[in-house]
């Protein structure tokens, strides 16, 4: 039977709020419009629009997805960043809008690299999962030849997919390994290092959403007992991979900013260490 894409909305928003699924009204217009490869505020201009049986039914299905707990990105396959649009699976992290606060900085900080150096500028981003990280710096200093290293070989290939569609695959390099081993000797020092590592707790892995535990790879979120198991081995690397005047930007969790804080201070060599908030107001990034 043919329904207009009004009625769908409406009944599937029903199904998701029925199904204790949180923002029902905007995943059922991204699930829609995806499928109808539409912006989703054409779906409005759209609204008596009929469908035939067979988008019904695609359209049916996706529900279905979301009802079972499975994130909206995994379903549609991307998830924006930046204002561009990565390619996501299950083997890699959904990207986070918190985490644009770390390209903030690093395009600012490679500004003023770049008016004190002439060469391209060497970046270095850890745990780079889908790219995003990455690719969004390497789109946005046109000097910068990027570095993005992952533990997971099935991760890379969806990072080196993502650089590929933002044609900077020719200025981004992927090597698998754990955080900056794999690159320690084989380059030259970065003017920029970023990294998104695993910081969520045990305790707050247990209070995550079904959603999350289930489909997003635990190996991209948990940090151990307290969050910090990679962030804390990872700074003891920074200054072998660190070029004089470089800048190293870490994401944190909401309690961990001052330890991680400590850690870089103790560790020694930097010449100055401190703290950005999010939009939230979190403290989210240390550098
Ligand atoms: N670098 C990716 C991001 O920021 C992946 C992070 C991760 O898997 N921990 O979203």
């Not at 909305?9 to 199904?19: E, I, N």
């Not at 990872?234 to 190293?248: C, E, H, Y």
């Amino acid at each position: 039977m043919s329904q207009t894409i009004g009625e769908l909305l409406r009944r599937a928003v029903g199904d998701l709020q029925g199904g204790g699924i949180a923002e029902p009204q905007a995943a059922a217009e991204v699930l829609l419009a995806d499928l109808l490869d539409l912006p989703r505020l054409s779906l409005f201009l759209d609204i008596h629009r009929g469908l035939n049986p067979l988008q019904c039914d695609a359209y049916a299905a996706r529900i279905w997805r979301r009802l079972q707990g499975e994130p909206v990105q995994y379903i549609v396959g991307t998830q924006e960043f930046w204002s561009l649009s990565f390619a996501v699976t299950p083997a890699v992290l959904v990207p986070r809008p918190e985490t644009e606060l770390l390209v903030e900085y690093g395009v600012k900080h490679a500004r003023q690299w770049l008016s004190h150096h002439r060469a391209a500028m060497p970046v270095l981003d850890v745990g780079t999962g889908s790219g995003n990280l990455a690719i969004s710096l390497a789109h946005a200093v046109p000097q910068s030849r990027v570095w993005g290293v992952d533990i997971s070989w099935d991760a890379l290939q969806v990072a080196r997919l993502n650089a590929r569609s933002h044609t900077v695959a020719d200025r981004v390099r992927w090597i698998q390994g754990d955080l900056s081993t794999p690159i320690r000797k084989t380059v030259p020092t970065f003017a920029l290092c970023t990294a998104n590592l695993p910081y969520v707790t045990t305790a707050e892995w247990e209070r995550l959403p079904r959603d999350i535990k289930a489909y997003e790879p635990a190996l991209a979120l948990c940090g151990g007992e307290d969050g910090l198991d990679l962030i804390r081995r990872f700074v003891t690397m920074v200054p072998d991979v660190l070029a004089s005047g470089g800048l190293v930007l870490l994401e944190v969790g909401w309690q961990q900013a001052k330890t991680v804080v400590d850690m870089l201070e103790q560790q020694g060599g930097f010449i100055d260490v401190g703290v950005e908030r999010d939009l939230a107001g979190i403290d989210r990034a240390v550098w």
